[in-house]
Every structure is written in C-alpha cells, then in structure tokens.
C-alpha cells in the first residue's frame, strides 16, 4: 500500500455516494503545485520575474561565460508536473515491491520530496543488498506497463479493504481523513493504497534508468521517538537517464562540499559527544573567520546607525511569559532552572531583552527610529535525530537587530535593512536571492490600516530596490508582514538565511511607548531583522560553497612561509613576526621537504605560500606562490606585505 502523506489529506475530490475508478490522467487538470498543496491559502504570485537581486547582479551574470554543452539543468517538482507524478509513482512502486519480497512489511507514509521521493514501512532492518533486490522488483513492475487507476469508495469500503490486508497504520491514517469519498490508487490488479494522487498513467512511463535507490534509515511513526521506528527508504527519480546522472554528479560534488567533513579536515569546528550533541566547538581556525565575520558585522552596523547590545543568556521565567513564548513557543525551550526558588530559562530569542533595554528611559518621537543589534547566543530545544552538522544545533549565535519606529518610517527602515543585506550578503558572493513577502493571516493582531500600511511599504522597500520577489498571500505571522531572502550558493542550492519582520504583538504585550509631537504616548513599530540568520549555520552555507577555500580576507591562514632547509628559518620567523604586525595572518611551516610543505599548504587551502630560499635571504625577498593565480615572482616583503593589504581590503583574491 502507498499512503496520503498529510499534505495531500486535503487535496480529496468532494463526495461521490458509489465506488468509481479513473484511469490516472482523467484528473490532469486537478494538478496543483507542491507549495499550494501545503496550505489552503491561495497560490503564490509572482510580482517580477527578475530571478536576481538587482540590475547589476543581472548584468554581471549574463556576462559570465556558460558551458551549455556540459551541463543538464535539472527540473523541479514546482518546475515539472510530470517529474512529480514519476516520483510519487515511484514511491508506490517501491512499495509494492517492498510488499513483494517482504509479504510480513506494513506500509505507513512515502511523499515525493524536493529530490525524489521516500516509504515508511514497518518491518525488520534493511541492508543495502536489500535495496539492490528492491530496486530489480521495481524494474520489473515499471517494465510490465501497470495502468494506474484512481478508484473513488466510501469510508465504510475503504476501512473494510484495509482490515482485510491487515494494515494498522493505514487505517490510523484513514482516521485522520476528514472529508469523503476515500480515494485509492491501484497499480494493476495486484496492489492499491489510500491516496489523492497525481500518479503517471502506467508503469511504464517512468524511465528504469533514471531511478535509483539511494539509501535506508531510521524513522520513527509520526516522528514521535515514543513510537515504533520505521524503515525509511529514500530513492530519487527523474525524466532521464542524463538527469539522474547529472544529480548524482551534484550529489557526489556536495558530499566533497559537506561542511562536517571540512569542518573536520581543515579544523575549524567540532561537536563533542562528551558535552552534548548540537553544541558547537569553534576551532582556533573557525574561531578566527567568526572573528573576523563579526567584526565585519559590527563596522557596518555602526557605520549604518546601529547601537550594539550584549545581553544575558538567560531571564526569568515570567519575561518569557510576557512574550508570550512560554504559551506558544514553550516545546522549543529548555526546561527551567530555579535560582534561590525563582524559574529561570535559558533564551530561545534576543527580542524581548532588546525591549528592555528601549523601555528603560522615555523615548520621544525625535528619538526614532531606534536602532540596536546584538550577535546574540540563543539555545533551541532539538531531537538528536533532528540534529546535522551546523545546519542544526541546539546552541546558536543570531545576528539579531530590532528598530523602533514611527508608522511613517517604515518603508525607509525596510529600505536600510534590504541595501544592508545586500552589503553584507554580497561581501561573500551571494548576490543572487530568492524574495517572499508573506501577508496577512486570516488570524492575526493590528488593525486593518497598520497591516496595510507595513504591507504596502515593504513592498514599496523591494519595488524600490528593483528586486524581483514573491507575494505570499496570507503567510505572514500573526504579528506582522515580512521579507525572506534566500541566497543561491556555487551549486544553485537555496538557503534561507536573511528576514525582515514587522512586529504589532510584542510592543503591546510589552507596553512599549514613545511620546509623539502632541505629548501624548504612542505604539512604536517593531522591525525585527537577521541577515546572517545564525552564524553557527551560515558558517556551514560558507563552508560548503567555497568548498572550504576561503577568500584571503577570510582565509584562517593568510600566508604560509616556507623555507627551503632549515638555514632560512630564522629568516622565516623574521618574516612572519612582519606580516603579523601588519595586519596578515602567517605562519612558518618547516620540518619536510619544500614539496611536501607545498602539498600540505594546498591541502589545507592557504591562499598564499612564501617560498624562502639562501637567494630570498640575502635579498631579503620572497618567491610568492598563490593558490588561485599560480607563480607571483619573486618581490621584496613591503611589496609583498602592500600587495596582500590591499587585497584583503579590497575583499579580492591574489
């Protein structure tokens, strides 16, 4: 049996009093993109079509060379109709040949996901050569052109079919089906399930070649770690051959990418079981590009009208009650701690110790807007199986900032927020984003006239920016419209990192004022904003995207000094204790053969080398190598010193 995943739960056609089957493609039309199925609200509009941040990163991208010939550009389920339908077609294909050579196997659940599609089935552990016997079944099944049928029953059937194949969790999963007639889809005559579809008409219009089934894990029913732990296998499935080829070829260039392997291969971080998981160890070498991160960070918060904070990393209980985070958010904290018979909790956001710190003193309108940020540690309540890498922690730093503002100041804090992004965003690369503005929720606090004036200047904010962007209708918070940017990194993959956020609910839970030109006390706007979002997984998204080789400005190590036998180490050390007093990061490495030394600068990915042999001694100069550009020459050290400067300065590689 395949199974209604909980999105497609809502997505059944209205009641019909006797059984009907269709065949697959008679329900063509009733198609809807992957985004749509996961909420009633209405579809994205799309407001520009522009798929980049600005004009000049457009121009700067059609002025880059492409190798058309060499690359398959790969759809996605929102892009193809027909690679969602193979993929969740593949998904009931699997299942059944799970069923074949497993009769004992009980399904639960298999979507199709962002690369292929997954299958929950209740039975014992899997082996990868159970995969390979698997995979030759749905080569079987796929090669004998099943037809899918689309059968419409009444509650009543449905449960008496599934009693009768003695499926537990399929019958838990009718319960929670709320709307009639129960929909079934039948692969031929010899296996059917719950489901709402879409499927492809046969078997056979998924291409053998262009599956594959890519590994077995873990997975507990209903994700809840009380319950039974399922076997979760994962498989991915395109429209051809080229196709799954190029994703295997993605995939194999991500896994050289992952950030836990460099994190360790380069010594920037670690997470040490003995303290806990999701609990970050920054490195001397990670802890030297955070450093250098964050002061980046703060110099352009200033220079932008920003005041930094550093607050507490815990409060009492009764401050999280006043935001309302103990009521709404309390399954994301950590449990409280008494102090002298007094509930403390660790924080799991900066925004109301930022309040705090506005409240302290009267503001009066010519005081706004109020700008204050703070590269604040927040800690998350997280399953361990949830877990992974930086990407996931339970202890995290947030580039968090909150501005204070009169209505009228909206779009123009808006606008500062979007031209800052840019700014920091674009000092790493990422000059190419995706942009939602989320709207008003049919449940949410403000009146109708702040909803439409904070909606309106938003998206006069992006309008005047000339970014492109998607309205999100009805996806706002409660509390308030917003901006997401995701970022594009070197492999196409899009993260979501920065978010603009107005706020009507905590500066009424919190009584905050200012006193406007008549003297009286008013309700400032709250904006709340990250760019980075959490240095912990931006870190990982840096990681990942220069492979771990980092532009000079970022680089651990600057420069390596190399001596060709230990006559010019002394030199060397002289050298090195220079460069470190202007401002560069060096390091002398000796003990191997020049070589040696070489490879292992290259293998840990320091941009510069400065090779020193008896002529660079007695000329006082060195033989400079650079990673990205080859042989440099030879030049005296000021040169080179001036040479390095600039480039960091500059933000640009040698």
């Known amino acids: 049996m395949a199974t209604l995943s909980a999105p497609l739960l809502r997505s059944l056609?209205?009641?019909?009093?006797?059984?009907?089957?269709?065949?697959?493609?008679?329900?063509?039309?009733?198609?809807?993109?992957?985004?749509?199925?996961?909420?009633?609200?209405?579809?994205h509009t799309v407001v520009r079509s522009s798929s980049t941040a600005a004009p000049e990163a457009a121009e700067a991208a059609q002025s880059e060379p492409v190798e058309e010939e060499a690359r398959v550009v790969l759809p996605t389920n929102e892009s193809s109709e027909n690679l969602l339908r193979i993929r969740h077609t593949c998904a009931h294909v699997m299942a059944m040949a799970v069923q074949?050579?497993?009769?004992?196997?009980?399904?639960?659940?298999?979507?199709?996901?962002?690369?292929?599609?997954?299958?929950?089935f209740d039975m014992e552990p899997l082996t990868d050569k159970d995969l390979k016997k698997i995979k030759k079944e749905m080569d079987r099944i796929i090669r004998k052109n099943l037809p899918l049928v689309r059968e419409e029953v009444s509650r009543e059937e449905a449960q008496k079919r599934i009693e009768a194949l003695n499926e537990p969790y399929k019958l838990e999963i009718l319960d929670r089906i709320k709307e009639e007639p129960i929909t079934i889809y039948h692969i031929g005559e010899e296996w059917w399930d719950l489901c709402a579809g879409p499927h492809v008409e046969t078997t056979g219009k998924i291409q053998r070649k262009a599956v594959e089934l890519e590994s077995v894990a873990g997975a507990y029913w209903k994700g809840d770690e009380k319950n039974q732990m399922l076997q979760r296998i994962y498989g991915t499935a395109w429209e051809s051959e080229d196709q799954l080829k190029a994703y295997i070829h993605f995939k194999e260039e991500a896994k050289r990418r992952d950030h836990r392997r460099l994190g360790q291969d380069l010594d920037l971080f670690s997470i040490e079981e003995d303290a806990g998981g999701g609990l970050v160890f920054w490195h001397p070498k990670g802890a030297i590009i955070r450093h250098v991160l964050e002061d980046s960070w703060k110099q352009i918060h200033l220079q932008r009208g920003y005041d930094l904070l550093y607050t507490p990393h815990v409060a009492k209980a009764d401050l999280w009650k006043i935001s309302g985070h103990i009521d709404f958010y309390k399954e994301n904290m950590y449990n409280q701690m008494d102090v002298e018979d007094e509930p403390y909790q660790l924080r799991p956001?900066?925004?109301?110790?930022?309040?705090?710190?506005?409240?302290?003193?009267?503001?009066?309108?010519?005081?706004?807007?109020?700008?204050?940020?703070?590269?604040?540690?927040?800690?998350?309540?997280?399953?361990?199986?949830?877990?992974?890498?930086?990407?996931?922690?339970?202890?995290?730093?947030?580039?968090?900032?909150?501005?204070f503002c009169l209505e009228d100041q909206i779009k123009d804090e808006i606008r500062g927020v979007l031209d800052l992004t840019e700014e920091i965003l674009g000092q790493f690369g990422f000059r190419r984003y995706e942009v939602n503005l989320s709207t008003r929720p049919e449940k949410s606090v403000g009146s109708d006239d702040i909803w439409e004036k904070a909606t309106i200047a938003l998206?006069?904010?992006?309008?005047?920016?000339?970014?492109?962007?998607?309205?999100?209708?009805?996806?706002?918070?409660?509390?308030?419209?917003?901006?997401?940017?995701?970022?594009?990194?070197?492999?196409?993959?899009?993260?979501?990192?920065?978010?603009v956020q107005v706020d009507f609910n905590l500066p009424e839970r919190f009584d905050i004022t200012y006193v406007d030109s008549n003297s009286e006390k008013k309700r400032p706007i709250m904006i709340h904003r990250a760019v980075l979002g959490s240095l912990e997984r931006f870190f990982g998204i840096l990681i990942e995207n220069y492979a771990g080789d980092f532009p000079l400005w970022l680089a651990p190590t600057q420069a390596?000094?190399?001596?060709?036998?230990?006559?010019?180490?002394?030199?060397?050390?002289?050298?090195?204790?220079?460069?470190?007093?202007?401002?560069?990061?060096?390091?002398?490495?000796?003990?191997?053969?020049?070589?040696?030394?070489?490879?292992?600068?290259?293998?840990?990915?320091?941009?510069?080398?400065?090779?020193?042999?008896?002529?660079?001694?007695?000329?006082?100069?060195?033989t400079i190598r650079s990673r990205h550009s080859g042989e440099m020459g030879t030049m005296p050290v000021d040169d080179f010193i001036s040479k390095v400067q600039s480039a960091i300065a500059h933000k640009s590689s040698l």
């Open 349 to 403: 956001m900066n925004c109301p110790y930022h309040i705090l710190v506005y409240k302290r003193k009267l503001h009066s309108y010519r005081d706004l807007p109020i700008r204050v940020a703070e590269l604040g540690t927040v800690y998350r309540y997280e399953l361990s199986g949830a877990l992974h890498g930086l990407f996931r922690v339970r202890g995290f730093t947030q580039d968090d900032a909150h501005i």
């Open 13 to 43: 056609l209205p009641i019909r009093s006797s059984p009907r089957r269709f065949p697959a493609a008679a329900f063509s039309h009733r198609f809807r993109p992957l985004k749509s199925l996961f909420s009633s609200r209405p579809s």
């Open 459 to 499: 998206k006069d904010a992006l309008d005047d920016k000339g970014w492109g962007y998607t309205v999100d209708e009805g996806g706002g918070a409660f509390y308030g419209p917003k901006i997401d940017l995701k970022i594009e990194d070197a492999l196409g993959r899009k993260w979501q990192c920065s978010t």
């Open 560 to 622: 390596r000094i190399l001596p060709v036998t230990n006559n010019e180490l002394q030199y060397c050390n002289e050298v090195a204790s220079e460069l470190k007093s202007r401002g560069i990061r060096a390091e002398v490495c000796h003990g191997e053969r020049l070589p040696k030394l070489i490879r292992n600068a290259e293998t840990q990915k320091v941009p510069l080398m400065a090779v020193v042999g008896p002529k660079e001694v007695e000329a006082r100069t060195l």
């Open 100 to 120: 074949k050579l497993f009769p004992n196997s009980k399904v639960t659940i298999g979507p199709w996901i962002e690369n292929g599609f997954y299958y929950d």
